[in-house]
């Protein structure tokens, strides 16, 4: 049983389309996270959702839009993809604000053409 | 400044070695420090946390902890071809609104040589 999954695994799309990424977790956390992982392997926190409430929100384009339906669910909508935006994304959960450590997803690997 | 660093590496060592791998951070106030492993194409695995000062052993993992030099290291004894993979670590510092976020270094690959 998957204690926190994300679909899809890969997704290829064209410039220019919006896709959306999900995430379910099954832990009984109250955060959830978005990371990007560049072609340099760095990861970088993008946005993070504590009971559905938006708490960190990083210097990210606004194309990018999360939505936390609720705790146990995150989820990633694009808009207007671009080639830059190729990366895996990975989510993540916590007990509280990560003191603990996070779980994360399996990743999505996303290539734009 | 970067505000958790460490050498990307390729660090090798052989079968059997101890593998040292060292991070420092930029955040005095930072209260927990982890070490994730990520093997290529997967996701991070949490393998260690710390927040005292001091050393936090598990198995063959060791997690060095000193507050006051910002430094977190991990020593991994009896070192295995499967301990190959990129090592990140990650400290929980505060964050913009009094949020706390956990921040990666860019990760050290460590090469276990048979």
């Known amino acids: 049983d998957t204690a926190v999954s994300q679909t899809p695994k890969y997704l290829v799309t064209q410039m220019g389309n919006d896709k959306s990424i999900k995430c379910e977790q099954n832990?009984?956390?109250?955060?959830m996270y978005w990371y990007k992982q560049d072609s340099k392997k760095f990861l970088k926190i993008m946005f993070s959702?504590?009971?559905?409430?938006?708490?960190i929100n990083e210097t990210v384009p606004n194309r990018f839009s999360p939505k936390s339906p609720d705790k146990a669910h995150l989820n990633l909508h694009i808009n207007s993809l671009e080639l830059g935006d190729s990366a895996v994304y990975f989510c993540?959960?916590?007990?509280?604000?990560?003191?603990?450590?996070?779980?994360f997803g399996s990743g999505t690997r996303l290539t734009v053409v | 400044q970067k505000e958790v660093e460490q050498n990307s590496g390729p660090l090798s060592v052989p079968e059997g070695a101890i593998a040292s791998l060292n991070c420092t951070y930029s955040?005095?106030?930072?209260?927990?420090f982890f070490w994730y492993r990520q093997y290529s194409g997967k996701s991070p695995e949490l393998i260690m946390f710390?927040?005292?000062?001091g050393d936090k052993e598990d198995g063959r993992f060791t997690a060095q902890l000193n507050k006051a030099s910002q430094y977190v290291s991990l020593l991994i004894r009896d070192s295995q071809p499967s301990d190959s993979a990129t090592y990140l670590c990650?400290?929980?510092?505060?964050?913009?609104?009094?949020?706390?976020?956990?921040?990666f270094g860019i990760g050290t690959k460590l090469q276990v040589i048979p």
């Open positions: 990650a400290v929980n510092m505060g964050g913009s609104g009094g949020y706390q976020k956990v921040t």
């Open positions: 959702y504590n009971n559905k409430e938006l708490i």
């Open positions: 832990l009984g956390h109250d955060t």
């Open positions: 993540a959960s916590s007990r509280g604000q990560g003191y603990y450590g996070y779980t």
């Open positions: 710390i927040y005292s000062n």
């Open positions: 955040d005095r106030g930072s209260q927990s």
